[in-house]
């Protein structure tokens, strides 16, 4: 799939209000595709949506949605469907984490998180299968992490959901590719957003971060590559040399420096 295919046709963008998700609607209606923008702050949504169309002279569809609760997948695919809506383009990008102690969170925020970074992701893809079958050549960019690479303590949670994106994203592309759909796994480094706030982050070794733009102008150009793997993240190369060929007991030490709490 090239990014002028979706010129026209319609683009569904997960935790769209802020960061990365932003900037996907940013590009993508600059690209001339249709909208639907999904997150839980329906204001922000709203104000994005008057711009794009202003801006862009496309239509922005909002769903304020927490992709986190039963049956939410559901309703959105009932929403679609009623509103005449074939997604072409699935940017999964909606997630959250949690830095710290893995005692230090509650149970019930470690299930939002599976819920949110994995459930809801396969059932999207799951879900609008149909949808992007019935084109010739459409998309799926699910956001992975760096994260995903090893093990990191302090959050342990976080990696090991974006690890099962990785994995699963990478593995639908294998089935997919033949059927006219790229599956694209984006793997951002750390980036300027909300979600260092959100997750209660603390001082630590990161101390660089890509911007949004940086991230969704690389893996929209993947697009016309069809690569499977679209790394932002600076040395991904040398994690996953460090993580497959290293003692297990030393890439768990060495990582978990990077993120113990103070």
Known sequence: MRLSDIKGHWALVT??????????????????????????????????????????????????LDLAGSGAVDSLRAQLGDAGIRVRLLVNNAGAGRWGRFEGTPAADYERINALNTTALVALCRGLFDDLASFPASAVINVSSAAAYQPVPYMAMYAASKAFVHSFSQALHGEWKARGILVQTLVPGPTESEFDDKAGAYESAITQRD?????????????????PVVAVA?????????????????????????????
């Not at 911007?211 to 690569?227: E, H």
């Not at 994690?239 to 103070?262: N, S, T």
């Open 15 to 64: 935790g769209a209000s802020s960061g990365i998700g932003h900037e996907f609607a940013v590009q993508l209606a600059r690209a001339g595709a249709n909208l639907v923008l999904v997150a839980r702050r329906e204001e922000r949504l709203q104000a994005l949506a008057r711009t794009l169309e202003q801006e862009h002279g496309i239509a922005a569809r909002v769903v304020a």
């Open 234 to 262: 600076k040395g991904t190369y040398k994690q996953r040399f460090f993580a497959g060929l290293f003692p297990p007991a030393m890439v768990i030490r060495e990582v978990g420096k990077m993120f113990k709490p103070k």
């Open 211 to 227: 911007t949004p733009q940086q991230v969704v102008r690389a893996s929209l150009a993947g697009l016309d590559g069809g690569a």
